[in-house]
């Protein structure tokens, strides 16, 4: 796919990843419709998209809610007058061992942090998904659904809720690439590593080290390196059903 004057949806493009992918598809002029539920970020990442040289928009929805993510997608097609891509990026994290026993008191994973995770992580995956590929075909625009999975997909301590999501979701990029291939939308998806953003940035620095000495490459990547492997899904006609792994070396 040539990305010039295409139009892009983004989930969570209000910041970190979000944000970096959408200024990096801008500045290969693609037009972004940027997603999130934070208006102040939204416009912040607007700007950095427009910095790149290319149009952008910001839109108000919540991924888990099938109205919100329905009405998103028709005003997309409504302002830009077409649809020609998605990157499923939104997602929380809600971490606890599922299980916990310290100083003889016991804890267990809460089934609302479960539920957040799934709702906004898998579930807002496959609404926005749907909905975007279901508008692909009535318009009949061939197309490119870019999901984002995680290392954690493997299995993370910690993430019982987290890894699940991510797990479905790149079992989900292979069956929806089957389903939708006979319409001309591709689906792929990349598995970042550990990647610095305002999360990770906040970190100790004892922290930081601990996560990065195991990673081949010693670094965390850069949001830019998970951007420039989105592109690339994007503009290889012949990539789909498939998981690039972004991660330094690192295997969990």
Partial sequence: MELKDKVIIVTGGGQGLGRAMGAYLAGKGAKLALVDLNQERLDESVAACEAAGSQARAYICNVANEEDVTKMVNQVVADFGTLNGLVNNAGILRDGLTIRVRDGEMTKMSLANWQAVI????????????????????????????????????????QANYSAAKAAVAADTVVWAKELAR??????????????????????????????????????????DIAHSVAYIFENNYFTGRVLEVDGGLRL
Avoid: H, W
């Fill in 119 to 158: 709702d906004v992580n898998l579930t807002g995956v496959f609404l926005c998904t749907r909905e975007v590929a279901a508008k692909m075909i009535e318009i009949k625009a061939e197309g490119t659904i870019v999901n984002i999975s995680s290392i954690s997909r493997a299995g993370n301590m910690g």
């Fill in 183 to 224: 319409y001309g939308i591709r689906v792929g998806a990349v598995a970042p590593g550990f990647i610095e953003t305002e999360m990770t940035l906040g970190m100790k620095p004892e922290a930081l080290d601990k996560m990065t000495s195991g990673i081949p490459l010693r670094r965390m990547g850069k949001p830019e």
